[in-house]
């Protein structure tokens, strides 16, 4: 069995992140970029699969600059067999390239890779759209499995538990299907230095987007970006008695 | 302009997010109509009939559409939006809709507007970007706009005085999507559903455990609150994962927060920043959740908490 793993760049979780003083954007010069943590999560995923013996290749895709090229490299890292890259020079996060375009493009990429099946995250860290794996499995025609906690494949179908609102949902899906993971679904490996180093070595694919016959004039046009409206802090109260007391005569909320 | 709202609901009862949309969806001014697509929904149809604001109810019901699953439903909306021509569809920013609308849309070839919190115009939108360290504002040129609604930025629709028609519309494609339903485990509980409740008594790690969890849950029912926890106390196994407030967790906007052993991670705040009054007990008064509290009470929580229930 073939997984594709689709990541994206983003800026790392632990960033602050600053924006430009003409709210045109998110400063992105001198910031540490990640691999988005949701698509470690399915990295890791199809890693033990194929550990498991379920899975015999990996393959990673990305979409981005030159420098996208660090992330494949971690992801060969933790196991994936070999990357492409869809080098463009438009933006990654806001205002740029938007979910469906990664979709159609990706269409295009599994269209000719045919693998069994797709594992990716359920949503990236910058613009938090969580659309591209719906929007994907829909293009493709396949079966979707989104917010994954556990996958178990069998006979060529996968059992999938989703995290919804309501508690764990479990489906069963025929394969090739799309899986989008959640954070409870692994804890991603940390790759070794032995393993970064066999990574240099494994096959890297560059192709270009603009390549491919996709239209890439955006839909949103990105007007503006803001910090959200500041909470102030209120007081320090000394005990639980004054604290009832605020919250009965100051707040009325008890 | 003509909208549709795509209803969450259980096949008996309408999940409470759907009025929040339906006002979200009143911003467009023009016709509302609300889709109800299920399996035996027809009680929910009648429910959503009276709600104010509704031009048509649309019911679908097919045993092809019981479970909900995204693959059918979406297949159920284009055939809608095939004879409806809506200019504008949206559901709640729910998992529900979350994993439905990305469908939708691609089948459509719209992108997408996720989890709206302010319609400044019928095609100029505000979303919260990086865990919510940022609000964008994006303007869509699409010919229609697909969108789901953060249901805490909007009101409820009011129940009452609508005396929508109904429409049943029998489902064209029930064909097998390679998906099956096998089931769902639902978190049995008496207390208010997390997201629509008016309080909410929040947990943390500093908890440490399980048993100990349950002095959250005695404070919540002295209270009449949902339970609550932080990423931290769901990935230690002290509660399950639909009682996870933050980014990737459930958003809340409460009248009353209340954050129990909770530092304040980015991702935490990001889901309950909007509430009305925030009190915070930690025993760190560095805590950056003392930032955004109304009332903080820095202690020790295994005092606090119990003399806190008692005193109610």
């Not at chain 2, 109904?166 to 099956?180: L, M």
């Not at chain 2, 009190?279 to 560095?286: L, P, S, T, Y």
Request: hydrophobic share 40%.
């Amino acid at each position: 069995m073939k997984i594709l793993v689709p990541v994206k760049r983003v800026v790392d979780y632990n960033v602050k992140i600053r924006i430009k003083s003409d709210q045109s954007g998110v400063e992105d010069s001198n910031v540490k970029m990640s691999l988005n943590p949701f698509d470690e999560i399915a990295i890791e995923e199809a890693v033990r699969l194929k550990e498991a013996g379920k899975a015999s290749e990996i393959i990673v895709v990305t979409i981005g600059p030159e420098k996208a090229q660090d992330i494949l490299r971690t992801a060969m890292a933790m196991g994936a067999d070999r990357g492409v890259l869809v080098s463009t020079d438009l933006k990654i996060d806001l205002g740029g390239i938007e979910p469906l375009m990664v979709a159609k493009c990706l269409k295009a990429l599994i269209e000719n890779e045919k693998p069994d099946m797709v594992i990716m995250g359920k949503q990236a860290i910058d613009d938090d759209s969580n659309q591209t794996g719906q929007m994907l499995s829909a293009l493709l025609g396949w079966p979707q499995a989104t917010f994954a906690s556990n996958i178990e494949i069998d006979n060529g179908q996968a059992n999938v538990t989703r995290e919804v609102d309501g508690g764990l949902e479990t489906l069963k899906v025929a394969l090739p299907a799309v899986v989008t993971t959640d954070l409870r679904l692994n804890e991603p490996r940390y790759a070794s230095l032995p393993n970064i180093m066999k990574a240099k070595k494994k096959p890297l694919d560059n192709k270009q987007l603009s390549d491919f016959n996709i239209k890439l004039t955006p839909r949103l046009k990105l007007v503006s970006v803001e910090e959200p409206p500041k909470r102030e802090g209120g007081e320090i109260v000394s005990n639980v008695d004054e604290l009832l007391d605020k919250l009965k005569n100051e707040a009325k909320v008890i | 302009m003509n909208v549709l709202v795509i209803a969450e609901h259980d096949n008996k009862a309408l999940k409470p997010a759907t009025l929040n949309v339906i006002t979200a969806a009143s911003r467009f001014s023009g016709n509302i109509d609300i889709l109800i697509a299920g399996g035996n929904c027809q009680d929910v149809a009648k429910e959503a009939s009276t709600i104010k604001g509704i031009n048509d109810v649309i019911c679908m019901s097919d045993a092809a559409l019981e479970a909900q699953l995204a693959e059918p439903l979406a297949e159920a909306v284009i055939q809608i939006q095939g004879d409806k021509n809506y200019n504008v569809i949206l559901a709640p920013a729910s998992t529900f809709g979350k994993n439905l609308l990305p469908r939708i849309s691609a089948l459509l070839d719209v992108q997408q507007i996720s989890d709206v919190i302010e319609i400044i115009s019928p095609s100029s939108f505000k979303r919260p970007v990086y865990g919510g360290q940022a609000i964008a504002t994006f303007e869509s040129n699409d010919e229609f706009k697909v969108m789901t609604v953060r249901a805490t930025a909007f009101d409820k629709a009011s129940t009452e005085g609508g005396q929508a028609t109904i429409e049943e519309i029998s489902f064209n494609s029930p064909k097998n999507f390679g998906t099956a339903f096998v089931g769902l485990e639902v978190a049995k509980t008496e207390r208010p559903e997390l997201t629509g409740a008016e309080k909410v008594v929040s947990g943390g790690r500093a908890l440490g455990s399980k048993e100990n969890f349950k002095m959250i849950e005695e404070l919540a029912d002295k209270l009449g609150a949902a339970i609550g926890a932080s990423r931290a106390a769901v990935d230690a196994g002290y509660v399950p994962n639909d009682y996870q407030v933050g980014q990737t967790g459930k958003v809340v906007a409460p009248e009353l927060y209340i954050a129990i052993g909770i530092s304040g991670a980015i991702q935490h705040l990001a889901g309950m920043k909007d509430s009305k009054t925030i009190v915070a007990i930690n025993k760190d008064e560095e805590a950056p959740i003392f930032k955004i509290a109304d009332y903080g009470l820095v202690g020790d929580l295994f005092e606090i908490l119990p003399e806190l229930t008692k005193k109610l």
